[in-house]
């Protein structure tokens, strides 16, 4: 077996903090890069990621090859506490970064606000979910160069074990409909999919984006 293959799972770490949001930023469309269609890292990551390593750590598990992490699970157990910090702390903060470093000057950025402004208008970002049933959220990623190692799978599986324990009902992942790969993985897992909701168009192209909502019932472990 390739050094490669060894691999450790554990919680979560304040060191871990600027990994999470590097393979996040480098994972962002379909498993590439997010400069695709947004060109500041440091909002991005803040939007992305921000809630769940500095709100909700302890709800959080990494991967670690050769002393670097790979990947991670980041989650909410309490997705009706995850909006009120996000629309109260986290996405103004980010807003106000975003005009200080000057990234709505940005050709790229402008195009997408002009892309989307009637769709996340009329739609809005929050995923349909009916919340009592499913509560808990989580979010997924691995360095392209640790795919294919069955990573995910151990990982995910931990965090699920992990959420039980914690008392958690179920719990729902949004997934690009353009990832079929990824949308295998949470169906092998066992997620079923809860409908689909459009989320974002990408400058120049009139398709809007769609995302497949993924939930799985949990057996809660007796206390």
């Known amino acids: 077996m390739s050094s490669q293959r060894h691999f450790v799972l554990r919680m979560y770490e304040p060191r871990d903090r600027e990994a999470v949001r590097q393979i996040c930023c480098d994972t962002a469309d379909c498993g590439e890069p997010m400069e695709r269609f947004f060109p500041d890292r440091e909002v991005f990551a803040d939007l992305l990621t921000r809630y769940y390593t500095d709100f909700e750590p302890q709800s959080a598990i990494v991967a670690v090859s050769e002393g670097r992490v790979v990947g991670y699970v980041i989650g909410c157990y309490n997705t009706a506490r995850f909006h009120r910090i996000m629309i109260g702390r986290i996405v103004p903060l980010a807003l106000l970064k975003a005009l200080c470093r000057g990234t709505f000057r940005h050709p790229q950025a ?45 990982i995910l599986e931990q965090w699920l074990n992990c959420a039980r324990g914690a008392g958690v009902r179920g719990v729902h992942a949004g997934v690009n409909a353009r990832n079929t790969a990824a949308c295998i993985f949470f169906e092998t897992m066992g997620f079923q999919s809860l409908g689909r909701q459009p989320y974002m168009r990408l400058p120049g192209e009139d398709q809007v984006m769609e995302r497949v909502l993924y939930g799985l019932q949990l057996n809660v472990v007796a206390s």
């Open 110 to 154: 402008r195009a997408l606000v002009r892309a989307n402004c009637t769709l996340w208008r009329q739609k809005g970002l929050a995923n349909k979910i009916p919340l009592h049933e499913y509560p808990a959220h989580l979010h997924i990623n691995l360095r392209s160069s640790h795919r294919g190692l069955h990573i995910g799978q151990h």
